[in-house]
């Protein structure tokens, strides 16, 4: 079964690259949103670095990393009273395997039409579950399966979609790489109009470092090509001031097609963690300020709440 799973997964990962369509219409925004306050942190540039239950939306090949079972729960304020809320718990199955389930909610406030009629609702709801391998010492798979309930006005339509990643290391000047293909099949039908999911294609190079032989230094170059709004560049990194304690990250995030996006938008973002009984605790956050040159048009911010249960054993 395994084999059949690894050739799925090599050929997929290896022909999506010509998949993507020129930018275009898709449906499923909830599936473009920069998620995770550590990867959000890092301007959204997570492929290749890639690690423990905020993989999932970025490279599910990176869950693998996980050593003890973990849950996070974020909100997220984005543009226009938007908001996204989700929770992701995730567990290891032996040193080789790990596999997770998440659930996402992204509300936008009811749209008034001015002409008498109720406001109208949206929103989108999605449900992921992902498994992780290590397939050798330095070579990982991942792959997620997605259900994406989205709901307009009194349309509501569903679809199912697949994510596929995988990572390597060990490569020259202690360098690691990732590739993710998501969004794989599915489209949302309103009425008997289909529109697609937009088909995102992640390839990424990572590099860490040891500063003083104990503050460890990451970072990851991705260039990201989405169906919808054309190719970007993401940068970022993280640093850990104080081992264990404190860190703190950078990023760019620039997409080609994105109006609201010219110039390089940054973001910034730190963790502050903490142990309770051999269990650790974090507090993850992101910020993307609208004040600085060529950021979006609205700050906004992801915080997140995190615990790496140490003592627990589900498997």
């Not at 599910?60 to 997220?76: I, Q």
């Not at 349309?155 to 060990?170: K, N």
């Not at 460890?216 to 991705?222: G, I, P, Q, W």
């Amino acid at each position: 079964m395994r084999k059949i799973f690894v050739i799925l997964m090599v050929f997929f990962l290896t022909t999506g690259v010509s998949l993507a369509a020129s930018p275009g219409t898709t449906g499923g925004s909830i599936l473009q949103v920069v998620e995770g306050a550590i990867p959000a942190g890092m301007g959204g540039a997570f492929t290749a670095i890639a690690s423990g239950d905020y993989a999932i939306d970025y490279n599910p090949a990176g869950l693998v990393s996980l050593d003890a079972p973990e849950a996070v729960a974020m909100y997220h304020s984005e543009l226009a009273t938007i908001s996204d809320d989700y929770f992701t718990f995730a567990t290891p199955i032996n040193t080789t395997q790990a596999i997770a389930l998440h659930i996402s909610y992204d509300y936008i406030p009811p749209i008034n039409n001015g002409n008498g009629n109720p406001a109208v609702n949206a929103y989108d709801i999605l449900f992921m579950g992902t498994y992780a391998f290590k397939l050798s010492n330095f070579i990982q798979l991942g792959a997620s399966l997605k259900y994406l309930r989205s709901v307009l006005a009194y349309y509501g339509t569903s679809a199912i979609a697949v994510d596929l990643g995988g990572q390597i290391s060990h490569l020259p000047f202690g360098l690691k790489g990732g590739l993710a293909i998501q969004n794989l099949g599915g489209q949302l039908k309103y009425l008997s109009v289909g529109v697609p999911l937009p088909l995102i294609i992640r390839i990424g190079l990572g590099w860490e470092t040891l500063v003083d032989q104990k503050r460890k230094l990451e970072l990851d170059l991705d260039v990201v090509d989405d169906s919808s709004e054309g190719m970007g560049i993401r940068l970022g990194g993280e640093y850990w001031v104080f081992p264990r304690l404190f860190a703190i990250r950078a990023g760019i995030n620039k997409i080609s097609q994105n109006v609201y996006n010219s110039g390089f938008p940054p973001s910034l973002g730190f963790t502050l963690t903490d142990e309770v009984d051999s269990n650790k605790y974090s507090l993850d956050f992101a910020y993307n300020p609208a004040t600085l040159p060529g950021s979006i048009v609205d700050n906004t911010y992801l915080v997140s709440l995190r615990c790496s249960f140490e003592n627990w054993t589900i498997f």
